[in-house]
Structure formats: structure tokens, C-alpha cells
């Protein structure tokens, strides 16, 4: 019956996106060009498939490559264009980093030793769990992250639960720990434009647009990392200290669950101190990529050489670890098998975000649109606050990757009519995508936690708000009054 009702859902969905994309053809509301109404057609089709879901979000992004040279709006190769961004391979290259992290187990030892470092408390695990799933999401997705945490939280949770003495509210404990990994997946990512997919999505629309912009990956953790901090604080607290307090004292069956998990990990094996080089590695060369390249001009990187250069890396060097005791060579830290747990549908997503966008633009829609919205707006900070306002709430609800693919034309046309460095506007458009924090289907990690069975819905809609706000708050400010200082167009 279940599936009966998911499939008439799905159909329906179809058949609306279609509705709704020949009414704006054949009616034209908004009297633009015959190419641009195609084009107009084709994005509502799009919108509505990945709003209702109606198919895999990576499918629907591959409609640009049929539906544009049948209906002459771009040739084929224009169409695909957009799946061989650059940007694509920075994410690509942030995914096999993730895979190599993950594989050899060195995602465990971090975040496992991070709650080791900071006491076994109530609040002390839960600041723990915290750093250490906000550290993580800066550089795996913040999916792959809280897939991670979940298990070791599930954990702690039993061992508290058993040797507890009725000091303190388990409960809350429990609850909290579940809602702290969910938000710290999604605030740890906003620090590096490869810790979450609507980073990069953005990131991409702009190296397209402004091949000259100055957004790189020092001047985004300069702006974002400090955010990230400040909004990871926050968490704690009102976590913590507000709204669900746990008075849980330090115990010591906790702290022998946490010692064991490390020692059976035992030392750090050859493959896992390679990995760890070679991570090391490229976070020093994005960081320093604009002194090296200021300093000799034999060479120029950029993000996704370095990316690029990472992965090949990883499939070189080899383990240390014998595949099997019958083979007497080794592997490398990566082989191509381990690929096919790489989100390989995020990839499409942006290539055929980047797509639309460029034929959008083309057409001359995002122009008039924004300056039909600039015609509603206030003063620039008011701008950038109603911006963050409505993108956070509205991604309670959309795909906060689609919405920034939607989104990032719109307020870039908007910030160029009103004369403004669209990185103003898009910047917290951006962010703003990646911290819906009051209902499950706002992100993965969410949803993740709430089918743990610790959290009810209106627990999760109470601390999501309060967090909202705050998000609201920090990315304004922060977009506001540093932005400008840091990156320009």
C-alpha cells in the first residue's frame, strides 16, 4: 500500500512539473523572448522535479543535456559544458580525500581522541562530539560525517544509560548528543568550500561568471572558519547550557568505553599516517597556493590542481598493507573499487546546476529578474539580512544544494543592478543554505539523528529555530562587515 501511494505521489509530481512548464511556455506571464521562454519552461520543469522530489535529484540535472539541443536553446557541447567545471573537480577531489579518510579509519582515531581530550561528562562528551563532527564536516561531507558520529554517539549513549545512577537527565543527554552531531555536520561544512556541496555549487556559479573573482580557499576560511567557531560555540550553549541540560558528572565506565575504542584501533598503521601526510599536505598547499604562486612563476595552482593532485596521490602511494596474505605487493591508499561509494549523483547535480544557470543567464533572465527585485529593496544590510533570513527557512524545505544552483543568478543579477559585489548577496545566500537546523528533511544529517528515536520533531523544531536565529544573526554581521575585507569581485 505504502508503495502504491509513494508511486501515485511520484506521478503526480511528474505530471505537475510538466503542467507547470508548459503553462509558462505556451502562456508566457511574463512576456520575455521565444528562447527565453524555453529556457523558463525547462527551469520550472527542474525546480518542481527536485522540490517534489519526483525524481533523484542527479537525474533531473541531466535534463540540460537533452531537453536544450532539442529544443534549441544551447548545442550539445554548450549543454555539457557546465559538467566539466573546474569546480567539479575540487569536490571531486574533497570526496576522495573523505573516501581515504574513512577507509583507513582515521576519521574514528580524530574524533575519538577529541572526546577522549575533553572529558567524559555530560557536557563535556557533548562538547566533544561537537569539535570533533564540526572538525570532521570541514573537510568529509557533512553526510559522510555524521554517518561516522552516529554509531560512536549511539555508543556512549548505552554505556551512560547502563552506569548511570540517576545523576542527571539521560534523556536530554541523549537528545542533545543526537542534535549536536546533526548541527555541527552542518556548521563544520560552511568552514571550507569543500566541507558541503552548496559551498562548492556557489563557488562553481562564480569562477564561471567572474573568472578573475578573488575567492579562494584561504580568503572563504578567513570569512567562514571564524563563523563556523562562533556558531559552534553557540551550539554548546544553547544546547547545553539553555535548553536541554543533562547535569550528567563525569563517569568512569565512559571513560573506559572511549579508552577501549582506541586501543583496539591500536597505533597509527603505515597507511594511516600516509593519508594523514598526504591531508596535511594539500590543506598547507590550499593555504599557502597564493604565496607559492606569488613567489616563482614556473608553476601556477589553483584549488582543484591541488584537489586533483591529492587524489592522484592517494592512488599512487601504496598502503604499506598487504591486500591478501597469498599477494606480495601492496595496494595504494585508494583503489578505483573504493570509488563506488563516492556521491558520484552530487557531481551531476552541479554540472547540470551550472548548466541551467549558464543558459539562464544567456537568455537574459536573470538580469530582469534581478532588476525587477531591485526596484523592492532597502538599504544593503537590510538586503543581505532578508536574503539569509529567507534562504535559511526556505531550505528547511528544498534541497539546500538545488536552492543555492536556483538561487545564485538570482541574487548576483540582483547585487550587479543594485551595484553591490554580488559575493555581498551570495555569500550569505550560501551559508545561510547549509544551516536549516528545525525539521529532518532540512539536511541529511537531520534526518539521520531523528531516525535515531532520541528526538521528537517539536524538540528538533525548538532547538532548530533558536539556532536559526542565531545563524541569521552571525552570517549577517559577518557577510556584512568582514566579507568586504576579505573577498571581492
Same mark, same amino acid.
Given at each position: 500500500?505504502?508503495?502504491?501511494k509513494?508511486?501515485?505521489?511520484?506521478?503526480?509530481?511528474?505530471?505537475g512539473?510538466?503542467?507547470? %512548464?508548459?503553462?509558462?511556455?505556451?502562456?508566457?506571464?511574463?512576456?520575455?523572448e521565444?528562447?527565453?521562454?524555453?529556457?523558463?519552461?525547462?527551469?520550472?520543469?527542474?525546480?518542481?522535479?527536485w522540490?517534489?522530489?519526483?525524481?533523484?535529484?542527479?537525474?533531473?540535472?541531466?535534463?540540460?543535456?537533452?531537453?536544450f539541443?532539442?529544443?534549441?536553446?544551447?548545442?550539445?557541447?554548450?549543454?555539457?559544458?557546465?559538467?566539466?567545471n573546474?569546480?567539479?573537480?575540487?569536490?571531486?577531489?574533497?570526496?576522495?580525500?573523505?573516501?581515504?579518510?574513512e577507509?583507513?579509519?582515521?576519521?574514528?582515531?580524530?574524533a575519538?581522541?577529541i572526546?577522549?581530550?575533553?572529558?567524559t561528562s555530560?557536557?563535556?562528551?557533548i562538547?566533544?562530539?561537537?569539535?570533533?563532527?564540526?572538525?570532521?564536516?570541514?573537510?568529509?561531507?557533512?553526510?559522510?560525517?555524521?554517518?561516522?558520529?552516529?554509531p560512536?554517539?549511539?555508543?556512549v549513549?548505552?554505556v551512560?544509560k547502563?552506569?548511570?545512577?540517576?545523576?542527571?537527565?539521560?534523556?536530554?543527554?541523549?537528545? /542533545?548528543?543526537?542534535?549536536?552531531?546533526?548541527?555541527?555536520?552542518n556548521?563544520g561544512?560552511?568552514?571550507?568550500?569543500?566541507?558541503?556541496?552548496?559551498?562548492?555549487?556557489?563557488?562553481?556559479?562564480?569562477?564561471?561568471?567572474?573568472?578573475?573573482?578573488?575567492?579562494?580557499?584561504?580568503s572563504?576560511?578567513?570569512?567562514?572558519?571564524?563563523?563556523?567557531?562562533?556558531l559552534?560555540?553557540?551550539l554548546y550553549?544553547?544546547?547545553?547550557?539553555?535548553?536541554?541540560?543533562?547535569?550528567?558528572?563525569?563517569? /568512569?565506565?565512559?571513560?573506559?568505553?572511549?579508552?577501549n575504542?582506541?586501543?583496539?584501533?591500536?597505533?597509527l598503521?603505515?597507511a594511516?599516517k600516509?593519508?594523514?601526510i598526504?591531508?596535511?599536505?594539500?590543506?598547507?598547499?590550499?593555504?599557502?597556493?597564493?604565496?607559492?604562486?606569488?613567489?616563482q612563476s614556473?608553476i601556477?595552482?589553483?584549488?582543484?590542481?591541488?584537489?586533483?593532485?591529492c %587524489?592522484?596521490a592517494?592512488?599512487?602511494?601504496?598502503?604499506?598493507k598487504?591486500e591478501?596474505?597469498?599477494?606480495?605487493?601492496?595496494?595504494?591508499l585508494?583503489?578505483?573499487?573504493? /570509488?563506488?561509494?563516492?556521491?558520484?549523483?552530487i557531481?551531476?547535480?552541479?554540472g547540470?546546476?551550472?548548466?541551467?544557470?549558464?543558459?539562464?543567464?544567456?537568455?537574459?533572465?536573470?538580469?530582469?529578474?534581478?532588476?525587477w527585485?531591485a526596484?523592492?529593496?532597502?538599504n544593503?544590510?537590510?538586503?543581505?539580512?532578508?536574503?539569509?533570513?529567507?534562504t535559511?527557512?526556505?531550505?528547511e524545505?528544498?534541497?539546500?544544494?538545488?536552492?543555492v544552483?536556483?538561487?545564485a543568478?538570482v541574487?548576483?543579477?540582483?547585487?550587479?543592478?543594485?551595484?553591490?559585489?554580488?559575493?555581498?548577496?551570495?555569500?550569505p545566500?550560501?551559508?545561510?543554505?547549509?544551516?536549516?537546523?528545525?525539521?529532518?528533511?532540512?539536511?541529511?544529517?537531520?534526518?539521520i539523528?531523528?531516525?535515531?528515536?532520541y528526538?521528537?520533531l517539536?524538540?528538533?523544531?525548538k532547538?532548530?529555530?533558536?539556532?536559526n536565529?542565531?545563524?541569521?544573526?552571525?552570517?549577517?554581521?559577518?557577510?556584512?562587515?568582514?566579507?568586504?575585507?576579505?573577498?571581492?569581485?
Open positions: 500500500m505504502i508503495k502504491v509513494k508511486y501515485q505521489v511520484q506521478t503526480i509530481s511528474l505530471l512539473g510538466i503542467v507547470i %512548464a508548459l503553462f509558462l511556455y505556451f502562456s508566457n506571464p511574463f512576456g520575455v521565444h528562447t527565453a521562454s524555453k529556457v523558463l519552461a525547462v527551469a520550472a520543469l527542474m525546480i518542481t522535479w522540490v517534489t522530489e519526483a525524481l533523484p535529484m542527479p537525474v533531473v540535472a541531466l535534463l540540460p543535456l537533452v531537453l539541443p532539442l529544443l534549441k536553446i544551447s548545442k550539445l557541447e554548450a549543454a555539457a559544458s557546465g559538467y566539466a573546474p569546480v567539479i573537480f575540487l569536490f571531486m577531489g574533497g570526496f576522495m580525500l573523505g573516501l581515504a579518510i577507509k583507513w579509519n582515521l576519521h574514528r582515531r580524530i575519538l581522541n572526546v577522549r581530550l575533553t572529558g555530560g557536557d563535556r562528551i562538547l566533544g562530539f561537537i569539535l570533533a563532527t564540526g572538525l570532521l564536516s570541514m573537510w568529509l561531507s557533512n553526510t559522510a560525517t555524521t554517518m561516522m558520529m552516529f560512536i554517539a549511539l555508543s549513549i548505552h551512560m547502563e552506569n548511570n545512577t540517576g545523576n542527571g537527565n539521560i534523556a536530554n543527554f541523549s537528545l /542533545t548528543i543526537m542534535l549536536a552531531i546533526a548541527y555541527a555536520s556548521i561544512g560552511i568552514a571550507t568550500i569543500i566541507g558541503t556541496p552548496p559551498n562548492v555549487a556557489y563557488i562553481g556559479y562564480i569562477e564561471k561568471k567572474f573568472p578573475d573573482s578573488s575567492v579562494d580557499f584561504v572563504w576560511m578567513l570569512l567562514c572558519m571564524p563563523m563556523a567557531i562562533l559552534l560555540i553557540c550553549w544553547v544546547m547545553v547550557k539553555w535548553l536541554f541540560p543533562s547535569r550528567i558528572k563525569s563517569d /568512569t565506565a565512559t571513560k573506559g568505553l572511549i579508552r575504542e582506541i586501543l583496539l584501533l591500536g597505533p598503521s603505515v594511516e600516509r593519508v594523514l598526504i591531508f596535511i599536505s594539500t590543506a598547507l598547499l590550499w593555504i599557502t597556493r597564493s604565496i607559492i604562486n606569488n613567489a614556473f601556477k595552482l589553483d584549488d582543484t590542481i591541488i584537489a586533483m593532485l %587524489a592522484l592517494l592512488f599512487i602511494c601504496p598502503s604499506g598487504r591478501s596474505k597469498d599477494e606480495e605487493g601492496t595496494g595504494s585508494l583503489e578505483w573499487n573504493d /570509488t563506488a561509494k563516492m556521491a558520484w549523483g557531481l551531476l547535480l552541479f547540470g546546476g551550472i548548466s541551467l544557470a549558464t543558459a539562464l543567464e544567456n537568455a537574459g533572465l536573470i538580469e530582469q529578474l534581478g532588476g527585485l526596484q523592492f529593496s532597502g544593503g544590510f537590510i538586503l543581505v539580512f532578508t536574503i539569509t533570513v529567507i535559511i527557512f526556505l531550505s524545505v528544498m534541497s539546500n544544494v538545488a536552492q544552483i536556483v538561487f543568478p541574487v548576483t543579477s540582483l547585487a550587479i543592478a543594485l551595484k553591490l559585489d554580488p559575493l555581498l548577496l551570495g555569500i545566500m550560501t551559508l545561510a543554505a547549509s544551516c536549516a537546523s528545525m525539521l529532518p528533511m532540512g539536511t541529511p544529517p537531520n534526518a539523528v531523528f531516525a535515531s528515536g528526538i521528537k517539536r524538540q528538533m523544531t532547538a532548530g529555530f533558536i539556532m536565529i542565531v545563524s541569521i544573526i552571525l552570517i549577517t554581521l559577518f557577510s556584512w562587515f568582514l566579507l568586504p575585507l576579505l573577498m571581492k569581485i
